[in-house]
């Protein structure tokens, strides 16, 4: 099947890709020229496991192109698909220009019945939004030919994204037209060979699954942490508890680990733009609100632990810290919305200085805030320690789990861990005379 993607970012890239491996002739569209030129050759902006690999193999199998040519784009195929970016505008709600633009294009272009599936993460409501677009551009064209509208969202995770869409938990396709249905059928079957996973509804249905989706994991996270908090001031241990409550399926051990909160590209947003929506229908939203505000209080956690086993944030000016982990989860560069930056930048604000360490992220790190006399790189994570006042634990990367706790005594002789993710055992740290503070479990 021809599939034409607009948009070559996360979702984007990821999508075409998979959908050029399993042998549909696939064309991304992006107006960036630089990087459909980068593509082009097989250089891939993000980091992605697998997603290199994918897309140099279906370059040369001829299965995927990528252009800045939308016209070219809309006549490629019958079924196009928009995922291009809706980041959040001022008051948290979805950007929809680029959504809008899109579909401005497909109505001009278009000069044969199209199926258009919006894939970028959209409000409730956005892909009839997109469908009376392209039907007025259409009627300006004194045009009768029609669009099939779809909506189905992504659900990948990052550093996960290409086995998430190959091996999907689900596919929702959210849509009236019983023509776009059988055309998703077929798109998507060679990867529902073994299992039809396939849930298909309305396509209001549909956008809200996704941002439902989000909030849910969303709040299990906010939840944990409000429970992490309460665990160290009754002088429980919250990894317990997490353990205890996980046990009952209904709960299940999945996002209830506490930490940091949450960071990234999506549940900061989605969870900001569904409470968005929630006051625009004129529904106040008491829990969606709570979810966000524990999040942004609980960034702020690791810092205050550090603060106040100084006596105070003005104790910290002059002191070094050594920072491990900079991006918002394990496996990606990714920064965005990271826990980490909030640390950093309030160690900043109280005179201290950060020596950072990731195995990913420097570059990301480096883009972002430059250079500065109070953020230093190290070449390794040993390295961070040396001159030290204490280690603060960001990022729960494999290679901070078992490092030689020895080794890092010497180079900081305060042996002091502030860990926001709970990777070390507290009896272990504290029998080599560690002082280790980490989240929802007294020192
Ligand atoms: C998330 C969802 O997991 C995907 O299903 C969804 O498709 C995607 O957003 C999206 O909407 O595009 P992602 O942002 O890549 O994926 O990251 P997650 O692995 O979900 O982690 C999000 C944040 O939650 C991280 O900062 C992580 O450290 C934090 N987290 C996660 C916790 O603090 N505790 C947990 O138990 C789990």
Redesign the pocket.
Known sequence: MNVTVFGTG??GLVTGACLADVGHRVLCVDIDAGKVDRLNKGDVPIREPGLDALVARNLAAGTIAFSTDAAKGVAHADLLFIAVGTPPDEDGSADLQYVLSVAQTIGEAMTNRKVVAVKS?VPVGTSDKVGERIATVLAARQSTLQCDLVSNP??????AAVS?FLKPDRIIVGTASQRAREVMKELYEPFNRSNDRTLYMDVRSAELT?YA??AM?AT??SF?NEIANLAERLGADIEEVRRGIGADPRIGY??????????????PK?VQALGRTATDVGYDSPLIAAVEAVNNRQKHALFEKLATHFGGAAALKGKRIAVWGLA??PN?DDMRE??ARVFIEALWSAGAAATVFDPVAMDEMARIYGSRADLTFAADKYAALNGADALAICTEWQQFRAPDFAGMAERMPSRLIVDGRNIYSPERLSRDGWTYLSIGRAP
């Not at 992504?154 to 550093?159: A, M, P, R």
Request: glycine share 14%; hydrophobic share 35%.
């Open positions: 996360y979702v993460t992504e659900f990948l995770k990052e550093g998430d996704k989706a989000n994991l299990k996270i944990i999945h996002f209830i680990y506490p930490g940091m909160g949450y960071g990234g590209s999506c549940f989605d918002f989860k990606t990271a826990p």
